[in-house]
Protein backbone atom coordinates (compact mmCIF):
# COMPACT_ATOMS: atom_id res chain seq x y z
CA UNK A 1 0.00 0.00 0.00
CA UNK A 2 1.22 3.38 -0.55
CA UNK A 3 1.56 5.66 2.30
CA UNK A 4 3.60 8.58 3.66
CA UNK A 5 4.02 8.53 7.42
CA UNK A 6 5.03 11.70 9.13
CA UNK A 7 6.82 12.09 12.86
CA UNK A 8 8.55 14.65 14.50
CA UNK A 9 6.36 17.04 15.16
CA UNK A 10 5.84 19.13 18.86
CA UNK A 11 6.24 21.90 20.72
CA UNK A 12 9.07 24.47 20.77
CA UNK A 13 9.52 28.20 21.84
CA UNK A 14 10.72 30.12 19.10
CA UNK A 15 14.34 30.16 17.96
CA UNK A 16 14.00 26.85 18.81
CA UNK A 17 14.85 23.60 16.05
CA UNK A 18 12.39 20.61 15.26
CA UNK A 19 12.94 17.87 12.52
CA UNK A 20 10.18 16.01 10.83
CA UNK A 21 10.45 13.21 9.42
CA UNK A 22 8.00 10.98 6.11
CA UNK A 23 8.57 7.44 5.73
CA UNK A 24 8.43 6.70 2.59
CA UNK A 25 6.82 3.58 1.09
CA UNK A 26 8.52 2.54 -2.03
CA UNK A 27 6.00 2.61 -4.56
CA UNK A 28 6.03 6.51 -4.26
CA UNK A 29 9.30 6.40 -4.68
CA UNK A 30 8.45 6.01 -8.19
CA UNK A 31 7.01 9.86 -7.74
CA UNK A 32 8.91 13.00 -9.68
CA UNK A 33 8.40 15.16 -6.34
CA UNK A 34 8.43 15.36 -2.64
CA UNK A 35 7.39 18.00 -0.41
CA UNK A 36 6.38 19.50 3.00
CA UNK A 37 3.26 21.41 3.12
CA UNK A 38 1.82 23.27 6.27
CA UNK A 39 -1.72 24.62 7.09
CA UNK A 40 -2.46 26.45 9.97
CA UNK A 41 -6.33 26.88 11.70
CA UNK A 42 -8.46 28.56 9.14
CA UNK A 43 -5.85 28.80 6.39
CA UNK A 44 -4.81 27.36 3.44
CA UNK A 45 -2.43 24.64 3.24
CA UNK A 46 0.53 25.64 1.57
CA UNK A 47 3.76 24.36 -0.10
CA UNK A 48 6.72 24.97 2.25
CA UNK A 49 9.94 22.46 0.96
CA UNK A 50 9.86 20.07 -2.19
CA UNK A 51 12.60 18.43 -3.78
CA UNK A 52 12.89 16.72 -6.99
CA UNK A 53 12.88 12.65 -6.58
CA UNK A 54 16.68 11.71 -8.25
CA UNK A 55 18.14 15.40 -9.14
CA UNK A 56 18.03 16.45 -5.77
CA UNK A 57 17.01 20.29 -6.42
CA UNK A 58 15.35 21.85 -3.71
CA UNK A 59 12.83 24.20 -3.34
CA UNK A 60 11.61 26.81 -0.81
CA UNK A 61 8.60 29.11 0.31
CA UNK A 62 10.12 32.88 0.73
CA UNK A 63 9.04 32.28 4.60
CA UNK A 64 11.33 29.20 5.51
CA UNK A 65 13.80 30.06 3.16
CA UNK A 66 17.00 29.92 5.09
CA UNK A 67 15.58 28.58 8.12
CA UNK A 68 14.12 25.15 7.34
CA UNK A 69 16.31 22.26 4.90
CA UNK A 70 14.69 19.52 3.13
CA UNK A 71 16.44 16.49 2.36
CA UNK A 72 15.92 12.64 1.17
CA UNK A 73 17.24 10.35 2.92
CA UNK A 74 17.07 7.07 0.26
CA UNK A 75 19.33 4.85 2.51
CA UNK A 76 16.06 5.11 4.86
CA UNK A 77 13.32 5.79 2.15
CA UNK A 78 12.90 8.94 4.32
CA UNK A 79 12.02 12.40 3.25
CA UNK A 80 13.26 15.19 6.10
CA UNK A 81 12.61 18.50 7.03
CA UNK A 82 15.23 20.40 9.09
CA UNK A 83 13.15 23.42 10.88
CA UNK A 84 15.91 25.92 12.50
CA UNK A 85 15.13 29.47 13.93
CA UNK A 86 11.39 28.64 14.48
CA UNK A 87 8.69 31.41 14.59
CA UNK A 88 5.17 31.62 15.88
CA UNK A 89 4.41 31.97 12.61
CA UNK A 90 5.15 28.43 11.73
CA UNK A 91 2.67 26.98 13.62
CA UNK A 92 0.64 24.45 11.85
CA UNK A 93 0.05 21.01 10.92
CA UNK A 94 2.91 19.87 8.45
CA UNK A 95 2.12 17.63 6.02
CA UNK A 96 4.45 15.23 3.80
CA UNK A 97 3.16 14.66 0.24
CA UNK A 98 4.65 13.14 -3.33
CA UNK A 99 3.47 14.05 -6.57
CA UNK A 100 4.06 14.28 -10.26
CA UNK A 101 6.59 17.43 -12.38
CA UNK A 102 3.94 17.81 -14.66
CA UNK A 103 3.74 21.71 -13.06
CA UNK A 104 7.55 21.16 -11.83
CA UNK A 105 8.43 20.26 -8.09
CA UNK A 106 7.72 24.14 -6.30
CA UNK A 107 6.14 24.80 -3.57
CA UNK A 108 3.34 26.46 -5.44
CA UNK A 109 2.45 23.28 -7.57
CA UNK A 110 0.15 21.98 -4.60
CA UNK A 111 -2.55 20.70 -7.36
CA UNK A 112 0.56 18.49 -8.40
CA UNK A 113 0.67 16.17 -5.41
CA UNK A 114 -1.36 13.44 -5.19
CA UNK A 115 -1.00 11.69 -2.01
CA UNK A 116 -0.69 12.87 1.36
CA UNK A 117 0.55 11.81 4.59
CA UNK A 118 -2.04 12.54 7.94
CA UNK A 119 -0.11 15.37 9.02
CA UNK A 120 2.11 16.23 12.22
CA UNK A 121 1.67 19.15 14.21
CA UNK A 122 4.13 21.82 15.04
CA UNK A 123 3.73 24.58 17.83
CA UNK A 124 5.50 27.30 18.41
CA UNK A 125 5.23 29.84 21.20
CA UNK A 126 6.75 32.85 22.16
Known amino acids: QVQLVESGGGSVQAGGSLKLSCAVSTGILNSRCLGWFRQAPGKERVGVATIRVGGGATYYSDSVKGRFTISQDNANNTLNLQMNNLKTEDTATYYC???????????????????WGQGTQVTVSS
Open 97 to 115: AAGTDNLGCAPGTKSAYNT
